[in-house]
């Protein structure tokens, strides 16, 4: 199938478990993640109107972006993975919306720079749903205090929750302790969901799922 029919399949898929659901279509946000995919899978991407894609390493975003964003005023590109201290200025030329605040750390030198800059860009903070010791996020037993430092001391635009859930488990408990604690935390964001999982978190609450390989078809390396 062609990266256009992947697209209006998923959107098929989305529409369904939304009606099965009790959601509404348009809450559900589709990211188009485009790492480690082709650029002209990317195009074909935008050739059927997607606007709206998720990279995890910043070099690689500039790369995939950097001359095409400019072309097109509505796209919006999200950071998934991790940032590192150091890249958090050339992130911010590129993307709109950080979803990996997950240490004080960044939450700290990220809003230095913002203020510096004198703007501010959506975050979700990322919560280490699973408690893993090898997984980056927040334990969900600190999100309360997390995310009054980042709102408080960091003056970061925090409007939601993104997680990863273990992999080789069920996803759903996890989506659902996600849900509870956006839900406790009046934060109206929930980035949850990837190809194999997207309909579950779609009946938990989730306003942005995170795709790949079920648009894109198999990542290079
Ligand atoms: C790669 C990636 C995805 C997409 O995963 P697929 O299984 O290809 O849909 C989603 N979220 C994050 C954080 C990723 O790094």
Known sequence: MTTQENLNQIHEEINQAALKW?????DINLIAVS???????IQAALNA?????GENKVQEAILHWGDIKPLYPDLKLHLIGALQTNKIKEALKIFDLIETIDREKLAHKLGNELKAQNRSI?????????DEEQKSGIPPQDITDFLGFCRNDCSLDIR???CIPPADEPATMY???LQKMAREHDLPEL????????????????????????IFGDRKG
């Open 22 to 26: 009790g959601r509404k279509s348009r």
């Open 35 to 41: 790492k480690r995919q082709s650029q002209d899978k």
């Open 49 to 53: 109107g997607h606007r709206l894609f």
């Open 122 to 130: 959506p975050c979700f903070i990322q919560v280490n749903i699973g």
């Open 160 to 162: 939601g929750l993104m």
């Open 175 to 177: 989506f659902s302790l």
């Open 191 to 214: 980035s949850m969901g990837m190809s194999s999982d997207f309909e579950q978190a779609i009946a938990l609450g989730a306003s942005y799922i995170r795709v790949g390989t079920a």
